[in-house]
C-alpha cells in the first residue's frame, strides 16, 4: 500500500536553532515529492518539486533533500514566521493511476 | 492575479441540507481538483477534474457530486449532507491535463453539519 509519513509530528524550535523534518515513503512509481507549507485558516502553499534521488533544491532558510526513501526539509537559523505545517506529497503512476498522497504533515513552532 | 477562489468560506448546515461550494482559477490551468482536510488525516482528494469537461473519482468520492463548469470553475456539491462531511475543503489547480503535483491551492471552506 502506498504509504507518506512525516515525523516529527510537531516540533518546536528557539530562534536559530536549525533543524531537520523528515518524510518516508513507500510508492511504487514515484515520479515526484512536493513540499507545502499551510498556515493556520489558509490553503497550502507549494514550494519545492524533487523528481530524483540526490536531487536538491533551496529557498530562503529551507533545504529540501531526497533519497530513494525519504525526503528532508532542512530549516536553518529559523525566524517565527517560518512557523507553520509542512506538508510533503508523493506523486505516484503504476497500474492503478496517477496520485498524489499526502502525509499528515509537521507543525513547526519557532519561539523567539 | 486572485489565483483560486472558493466560495463559500464559512458554512454550517443541517443535516440532509445540499449545497454547493464554488471555486474559480484565473491562472488559465486545465486540472482541478476539491479536497477534504481532517485533523490527524491529511489532505484526501474528492474529486478531480483533468481537463474541461472531465471529472474522476478520487479517494473519498462517496456523498459528493462535482461539475466542471468551463475551464475557470469547479463545483462541489453535497446532496445530503451528514455530520461526517463536517470538514475544511480546498479546491486546488494546476496546470497540465495530467494529474499534477505543484497545485495552487485556495483558502478553503469550512463547513460543519449539524
Known amino acids: 500500500e502506498d504509504q507518506v509519513t512525516q515525523s516529527p509530528e510537531a516540533l518546536r524550535l528557539q530562534e536559530g536553532e536549525s533543524s531537520s523534518l523528515n518524510c518516508s515513503y513507500t510508492?511504487?512509481?514515484?515520479?515526484?515529492l512536493f513540499w507545502y507549507r499551510q498556515d493556520p485558516g489558509k490553503g497550502p502553499e507549494f514550494l519545492f518539486t524533487?523528481?530524483?534521488a540526490g536531487e536538491e533544491k533551496e529557498k530562503e532558510r529551507l533545504k529540501a533533500t531526497l533519497t530513494k526513501k525519504e525526503s528532508f526539509l532542512h530549516i536553518t537559523a529559523p525566524k517565527p514566521e517560518d512557523s507553520a505545517t509542512y506538508l510533503c506529497?508523493?506523486?505516484?503512476?503504476?497500474?492503478?493511476?496517477?496520485?498524489?498522497?499526502f502525509g499528515k504533515g509537521t507543525t513547526l513552532s519557532v519561539s523567539s | 492575479n486572485a489565483g483560486v477562489t472558493q466560495t463559500p468560506k464559512f458554512q454550517v448546515l443541517k443535516t440532509g441540507q445540499s449545497m454547493t461550494l464554488q471555486c474559480a482559477q484565473d491562472?488559465?490551468?486545465?486540472?482541478m481538483y476539491w479536497y477534504r482536510q481532517d485533523p490527524g488525516m491529511g489532505l484526501r482528494l474528492i474529486y478531480y477534474s483533468a481537463s474541461e469537461g472531465t471529472t474522476d473519482k478520487g479517494e473519498v468520492p462517496n456523498g459528493y457530486n462535482v461539475s466542471r463548469l468551463n475551464k475557470r470553475e469547479f463545483s462541489l456539491r453535497l446532496e445530503s449532507a451528514a455530520p461526517s462531511q463536517t470538514s475544511v475543503y480546498f479546491c486546488?489547480?494546476?496546470?497540465?491535463?495530467?494529474?499534477?503535483?505543484?497545485?495552487?491551492f485556495g483558502e478553503g471552506s469550512r463547513l460543519t453539519v449539524l
Open positions: 510508492v511504487s512509481g514515484l515520479r515526484g
Open positions: 491562472m488559465n490551468h486545465n486540472s
Open positions: 486546488a489547480s494546476s496546470s497540465g491535463t495530467g494529474f499534477g503535483g505543484e497545485l495552487f
Open positions: 506529497a508523493v506523486q505516484r503512476t503504476n497500474q492503478a493511476g496517477t496520485a498524489l498522497i
Open positions: 524533487l523528481y530524483s
